[in-house]
């Protein structure tokens, strides 16, 4: 992948999320609306509520691991967490340890990382996400994982043939982003443990 080709991609990831939280700020406003007129009581409406939030959330995560991110960019603490914790429907506790802002380029790394590893955590467990000095470390762990050898070299071999679908796209966006940021990964999966450190 290019450097012109992974920043397009990274245009694009703006731009659809860009365009979906307009959209989506809407039927949350919708829903606030008819919850004050006393309509908001019915188990369809909760439904309905939960999701438009859960969407939300995912499209914030979605624009930091897929969006542009300048060199001159910063992430508050806040926003970083709201994007990890949000959602509801997440099996997998996320522990950000880094305190204070952070470089918006580092964070989106450090999301393109934490997603490979849900992928890999289907029925849930703990990610820990740690940096010291612009070194970061992340580590997740659970009872069982579902690890895919050939994604996970992606991170390290970005010149590999592995073939990715769209729900595995994110392992081929890891090595691009090291290369950009000038980094590489190393990157050691055992039985119930991922470790990825740059």
Not at 31 to 57: C, K, Y
Request: charged residues 20%.
């Amino acid at each position: 992948m290019t450097t012109d080709t992974r920043d397009l991609t990274a245009l694009i990831g703006s731009r659809i999320c860009h365009d979906l939280i307009s959209p989506l700020g809407a039927i949350g406003n919708g829903i606030e609306l008819l919850e004050l007129s006393g309509l908001g009581d019915i188990p369809e409406m909760a439904l309905i509520s939960e999701s438009v939030q859960n969407a939300n959330a995912r499209i914030r995560f979605f624009r930091i691991a897929f969006g542009t991110a300048k060199s001159n960019q910063s992430i508050s603490e806040r926003d970083v967490h709201s994007a990890l914790t949000d959602s509801s429907d997440r099996k997998i506790d996320i522990k950000w340890q880094p305190s204070g802002d952070q470089p918006r380029a580092q964070v989106k790394l450090a999301f393109l990382v934490i997603q490979c590893m849900e992928t890999a955590m289907p029925w849930g467990g703990q990610i820990v996400v740690n940096e010291q000095d612009g070194h970061w470390s992340i580590w997740a762990e659970a009872e069982r994982l579902n690890a895919d050898p050939a994604l996970w070299d992606l991170l390290t071999s970005p010149n590999s043939d592995t073939e990715v679908s769209p729900a595995q796209v994110h392992y081929a966006l890891v090595a691009p982003e090291l290369t950009a940021q000038g980094c590489r990964a190393e990157v050691v999966v055992l039985n119930q443990r991922i470790n990825v450190m740059y």
